[in-house]
């Protein structure tokens, strides 16, 4: 098997997905699943063990991303209205597409359980795209939906890390030394990078990879999602990143042009279109289910902090959304044997157009008052999800 021709078979796939959301102005993580169907269904794409840690480290440096793009003085300012629509954006969501597909689809318990984790996120590429491409970031509603994003998402990591965690000394030992590294990491970090920066060898990413896979192995052991210690390390050094753009930059870059591109193909590859076309009617109610709850958890709360009726529907439509870490929770349910092939397609496809049905219709229709409604902005909120974050 040679392993540079599977290579170039996988990059080749990575560069027509980011040309192709060039062209389309769709994200490229949407390309990329997509192309990857398309291999997998035809020439039957399939991950070496190699490639399996590239995407396996895709999926964790996107998530350290992710947490690190949350402006903690945001949370703080906005924190009761943000924790209240963030909570309960990912309780009832989940617990609605845990009892649909345990009790009305037949679906197994531990399988239930990844559909309600999957189905609970909230995709804060998506929203973070929509607020900068509106200039809603700067507003105090723009604020309060991207704060409550993170909560959803957060809820959403520490549930998959904790559900098929062994509760034994691993996970004690996992537990007491992530705590231990969030509280030291902002100080000893802003030391580090002043007396380290800018250097050829990037010392400060070599750290930050360091941190993001010792703690990965340790959640690994524990039984635990990598994932989950990612996004708290990425919150917890978000100040460091916000005011390092230059930073901020090469370590995106680093992850958008050599591991995610891997990861989503993978993802993508195991996406069966036969399951899809049988499952057209289960992806529609699982997709209804969703879109239902989220409703049901977000829009009374907009209502009680006095959103008003088109922001708050615009507010509910955005928590909604979908991408990342849907994914990224279903691919961990096939990984570890607790849904089958069908079942990730099932998931995946309906994470998929969380990403952009809602999205589309919010900015089409119900945009808060004062901004005008432009496709401007619904293609670069697209194009932006999972790639542009800053």
């Not at 399996?52 to 480290?57: H, P």
């Not at 039984?223 to 390390?233: D, G, H, K, Q």
């Not at 591991?259 to 499952?279: D, I, N, Q």
Request: with cysteine; charged share 10%.
């Amino acid at each position: 098997m040679n392993s540079w021709l599977i290579a170039a078979t996988w990059m080749s796939l990575a560069l027509a997905a980011a040309l192709g959301s060039i062209r389309l102005g769709i994200s490229v993580a949407l390309v990329e699943i997509l192309l990857g169907v398309a291999a997998g269904n035809t020439i039957h794409l399939e991950p070496t063990p190699w490639i399996e840690f590239l995407a396996g480290s895709g999926s964790i440096v996107l998530t350290f991303l992710a947490g690190a793009a949350i402006d903690p003085d945001v949370m703080r300012a906005n924190f009761r209205e943000s924790l209240s629509i963030g909570f309960f954006s990912f309780a009832v969501p989940g617990l609605g597409a845990f009892a649909a597909a345990y009790w009305l689809f037949g679906w197994s318990l531990h399988a239930a359980q990844i559909a309600g984790v999957a189905l609970s996120t909230t995709s804060v590429a998506v929203v973070y795209a929509v607020m900068v491409e509106s200039g809603r970031n700067e507003t105090e509603l723009g604020k309060v939906i991207l704060a409550a994003c993170f909560i959803t998402d957060l809820g959403t990591v520490v549930a998959l890390g904790l559900l098929y965690a062994n509760y034994d000394r691993w996970l004690a030992v996992f537990a007491i030394l992530t705590a231990s590294a969030l509280w030291a990491l902002p100080k000893f970090t802003a030391w580090y990078f002043r007396a380290v920066g800018n250097r050829v060898s990037e010392p400060e990413i070599k750290f930050v990879l360091l941190l993001l896979f010792g703690l990965g192995g340790l959640a690994s052991l524990a039984r635990s999602e990598a994932v989950l210690p990612a996004y708290l390390i990425g919150l917890a050094l978000a100040r460091d990143f916000l005011k390092n753009r230059v930073l901020t930059h090469r370590m995106r870059a680093i992850a958008f042009s050599m591991l995610t591109p891997f990861y989503f193909l993978k993802a993508g590859s195991y996406v069966s279109v036969r399951a899809v076309l049988e499952g057209a009617l289960l992806i529609g109610a699982l997709f209804l289910v969703k879109m239902v709850c989220k409703a049901i958890g977000v829009y009374p709360w907009t209502a009680k902090y006095g959103f008003g009726r088109t922001s708050g529907i615009y507010t509910t439509l955005l928590m909604a959304t979908g991408l990342t870490f849907g994914t990224i929770s279903a691919l961990f349910g096939l990984s570890h044997g607790y849904i089958d092939r069908a079942q990730y397609t099932i998931l995946v496809t309906v994470v998929i157009l969380s990403a952009v049905a809602p999205t589309v219709v919010a900015e089409k229709f119900f945009q808060p008052a004062g901004q005008e409604s432009t496709d401007t902005t619904v293609k670069s909120a697209l194009a932006s999800a999972a790639q542009e974050v800053e």
